[in-house]
């Protein structure tokens, strides 16, 4: 998404540099019209027709190199970016729940080690780091200019970190029945004094809470509470992706860091509190 808005913004920035770096009029296109008129020896023309702008190959064409090298050099550490973080957020727990701590070697249904399920705040401040890292790097690459950052930008990532802060501080202070049993079925386990004939009993019991706790997939991760697919959770997920890819817009369209009304800031601001409010009571997640 990051690297198609990059895109985006590079063919907005070849336009506006080739309208500032030619001193001759534009490239027009001509074609005909079905009108023809007469001439002096009896043949009959057509007249032209200019069409204003150039299309956007041809302003790509008349770029100088430098510019081709900074659009595409935007977009390139844009894709880089987006996805080193991807790869990151996959082959490591980055953006995942704290606990459990292992899962014992516990398996899913289809024989795969299980991994802890992702988690909501933690991906609302990678988000918000990308989207503001992203602004700053097209816009260093656009513009040369070093100081483009903004207190709004501060702000919204200090809002994805203020999130998931606070997320870590609820799940602190509160207790996951799932987890307080598998945690005791592991301890029971582990105990010298279980008979053996408890241990197969203990491990069925271990592994249905393991698959419980464990990841499903990206999206019912962050959507799903103790109750299901959850509204704050989903509302929380939309407006913070609907707001950092109309910042990103914003910043291509007009080459600097947008400030947002303070509307949408509080938007993203009850969102993030609601959701904070309803992760006190659920469990999972």
């Known amino acids: 998404m990051t690297a198609l808005l990059a895109l985006l913004g590079a063919g907005f920035h070849m336009m506006a540099a080739t309208a500032d770096a030619q001193t001759t009029p ?8 079905a009108t023809p008129t007469a001439t002096a020896g009896g043949m009959t023309a057509v007249e032209p027709v200019t069409a204003g702008e150039p299309s956007l190959a041809l302003a790509w064409k008349s ?3 430098n ?5 595409v050099g935007s977009v390139l550490m844009l894709v880089a970016v987006t996805a080193t973080l991807l790869w990151l957020a996959m082959s490591t727990d ?3 729940d704290n606990t459990p701590s292992t899962f014992a070697g516990v398996t899913s249904a289809t024989g795969k080690p299980l991994r802890r399920a992702f988690s909501l705040a933690q991906s609302q401040m990678a988000w918000w780091f990308v989207i503001v890292l992203a602004a700053y790097l097209y816009l260093f690459l656009v513009t040369g200019e070093l100081d483009t950052l903004t207190g709004q930008a501060l702000c919204l990532m200090g809002l994805g970190t203020g999130t998931a ?8 202070n509160k207790t996951n029945p799932i987890l307080a049993a598998y945690q005791a079925v592991l301890a029971q386990m582990a105990d010298p004094a279980t008979p053996p004939a408890d241990l197969p009993t203990l491990t069925a019991t271990r592994d249905t809470l393991a698959r419980q706790l464990a990841s ?10 103790a109750n299901g697919i959850s509204l704050h959770r989903f509302q929380t997920a939309v407006w ?12 291509v369209v007009h080459h600097k860091m947008p400030d947002l009304d303070p509307y949408s800031l509080g938007v993203l601001g009850i969102s993030a509190g609601t959701y904070l409010g309803f992760k006190i009571p659920e469990q999972p997640n």
Do not use: C, N, S, W
């Open 63 to 65: 770029l100088p190199q």
């Open 240 to 251: 913070t992706v609907v707001i950092g890819m109309l910042f990103l817009i914003e910043t």
């Open 94 to 96: 980055m953006l995942r």
């Open 216 to 225: 499903r997939d990206y999206v019912h991760d962050i959507l799903t509470d």
């Open 26 to 33: 534009p490239t027009t296109v001509t074609f005909t019209t």
């Open 67 to 71: 510019q081709k090298t900074l659009a």
């Open 165 to 172: 802060m606070g997320a870590a501080m609820v799940e602190q």
